[in-house]
């Protein structure tokens, strides 16, 4: 079983920065994508960026230049650069995994991220 445990949100004001992690352990196999996903209070869970196991990322349009996703394969680690944070950046965030072709379905507890403006 894969447990993934976030870590690293908090209250932050517009314009500021923070630098989200995710751990994953237990049963893995070689992790192909890692991502982080926000959800808004009221909305719907969105993908924020994805990195490959060869670093090839993708952003929603929102953060683009905003946000930087980053990843540590011998510890199976992802990492979420916000920088330029702005109000409606406030969510929280949830990482995910993929491994073997399939990506978990459960979450982990997520870490709240509140820009003040």
């Known amino acids: 079983q894969v447990q993934l445990v976030e870590s690293g949100g908090g209250l932050v004001q517009a314009g500021g920065s923070l630098r989200l992690s995710c751990a994953a352990s237990?049963?893995?196999?070689?992790?192909?994508?890692m991502a982080w996903y926000r959800q808004a209070p009221g909305k719907q869970r969105e993908l924020v960026a994805t990195i490959s196991s060869r670093g090839n990322t993708y952003y929603t349009d929102s953060v683009k230049g905003r946000f930087t996703i980053s990843r540590d394969n011998a510890n199976n680690t992802v990492y979420l650069q916000m920088d330029s944070i702005q109000p409606e950046d406030t969510a929280v965030y949830y990482c995910n995994i993929e491994a073997g072709g399939r990506w978990l379905s459960g979450w982990g507890q997520g870490t709240q991220v509140t820009v003040s403006s």
């Open positions: 237990g049963s893995i196999s070689s992790i192909n994508f």
